[in-house]
């Protein structure tokens, strides 16, 4: 594991949002969702696709915080322009659990 400095640390701009949300995203090679995730005023609303199909459905997106980088360069993912990384872990058996606050905070804080 390559060792990184706090200061390249600090150019990882990770915040908190909710997901306003979640739809199937046919098009994606691998099952996947299409979040829409609302980052408080400074950030809007702003969408990320994400292979969480194992643990979560839609239904269950809608209202969730969730932690991601917001200042990666977009990806474009098929028909979709993702525009944050939205943070997960594999489990033991390779599907993604999402990361989360274990309280909520207002939409857009950053992890400190």
Known sequence: MAEITY???EQVDIRVGT???ARVFPEARKPAYI???DFGPELGVKKSSAQ???HYTPET???RQVMA???FPPRQIGPVRS???TLGYEDADGAIVLAAVERDVP???KLM
């Open 7 to 9: 200061a390249q640390f």
């Open 19 to 21: 997901i306003v949300e």
């Open 35 to 37: 979040l829409l995730i």
């Open 69 to 71: 980088v917001v200042n």
């Open 83 to 85: 525009e944050v990384l």
């Open 52 to 54: 969480i199909t194992v």
């Open 107 to 109: 939409n857009g804080n």
């Open 61 to 63: 997106l809608v209202g």
